[in-house]
């Protein structure tokens, strides 16, 4: 259980600073000014979770995926997984703990039963190639799985999406597209359930096959070097290039307190948005 410890906003200064995008809410927590987007600092969870909280990451034996089913187990929720190639080969405790389901959110309909019973949906479905096809993944799989959700009655749905890249986005089209069409769906199905993620690169260990790939050693000091330069990221056309990379463990975080957290405001958290969320203590 949460509750609110510290509002700075009053509630049409809220208003003010919730931007608009569609029809859902722009957060980032890096600016006071009103035509910016909101600084959060309220929310804090002071009790664990209920123990009936049960979260279905789609995607949960990718990158991201595995590490947002550790960060739930840590937390004493129950974890399920949907993946096309169900339960990873790995040998780690934590894999023996998460129920795993294959299907493919692409065909069928039987991956549906990998909701039963789940209180909150994390989807980490994404990926690249032909522009058909990332549009496809990242966008039709996705959409595929808020309708499922919200058929069910599920509260919350957390998306991992991506922030933009300027340029790069026209030579991912698919891949932007498909994101963006994921989004406008979660803001219609989940109107008061949905929390977006953006984050640019999220560097942590990725495991290909058996071995396991550092990404920390570029992503970090990037982000130590970008994190101090948010105002170059407001540059046209290079500035979006500029976006500082995160750690995968900052995105487990924020994405299982998005889902978890009823205090946790529905909207689109960017990259210093998953940073600032993921350093607040109480959590
Ligand atoms: N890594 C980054 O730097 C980064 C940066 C920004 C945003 N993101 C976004 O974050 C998300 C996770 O990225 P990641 O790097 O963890 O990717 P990943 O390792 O490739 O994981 C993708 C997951 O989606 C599953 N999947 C793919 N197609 C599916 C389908 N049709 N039905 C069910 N499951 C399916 C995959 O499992 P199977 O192959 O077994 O189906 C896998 O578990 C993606 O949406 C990505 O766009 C990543």
């Known amino acids: 259980m949460s509750r609110l410890i510290h509002s700075r906003l ?37 009790n664990p979770p209920p123990a009936a909280e049960k979260v279905l ?23 399920a997984s949907l993946s096309r190639s169900g339960k990873p080969s790995i040998k780690d405790q934590w894999a023996n703990k998460v129920s795993w389901h294959q299907g493919d959110l692409l065909s069928g309909d039987s991956w549906k039963e990998a909701l039963n019973e789940v209180t909150s949906v994390i989807s980490c479905v994404g990926g690249f190639g032909s522009n058909t096809f990332m549009y496809k993944i990242n966008g039709t799989a996705n959409i595929n799985a808020v309708r ?7 509260k919350r749905f957390v998306y991992i999406s991506a922030s933009d890249f300027g340029v790069i986005n026209y030579l991912l089209q698919g891949y ?9 769906e979660l803001l219609t199905k989940f109107p008061y359930g ?17 071995m396991k790939l550092p990404l920390g050693v570029i992503g970090s000091p ?5 994190q ?5 990221n407001q540059i046209p056309v290079i500035g979006p290039l500029l976006t500082p990379p995160v750690d995968v463990k900052a995105v487990a975080k924020v994405a299982i307190r998005g889902a978890i957290d009823p205090v946790f405001p529905p909207g689109i958290v960017d990259v210093y948005g998953i940073k600032r969320y993921s350093q607040q203590k109480a959590f």
């Open 222 to 226: 990037l982000e130590m070097v970008l």
């Open 176 to 184: 932007y597209e498909g994101k963006r069409a994921t989004e406008t």
């Open 228 to 232: 101090y330069a948010k105002s170059l």
């Open 194 to 210: 949905h929390v977006i993620l953006r984050p640019g690169f999220i560097y942590g260990t990725r495991r290909v096959g058996n």
């Open 57 to 79: 990451v789609l995607g949960g034996n990718g990158f991201v995926g595995s590490h947002i089913c550790k960060e739930a187990l840590d937390r004493g929720l129950s974890v």
């Open 10 to 46: 009053s509630l049409s200064r809220l208003s003010n600073t919730w931007g608009s995008i569609g029809r859902g809410r722009y957060l980032s927590t890096e600016s006071n000014k009103i035509d910016e987007p909101l600084k959060v600092e309220d929310a804090e969870t002071i």
């Open 148 to 154: 499922a959700a919200a058929e069910k009655g599920i």
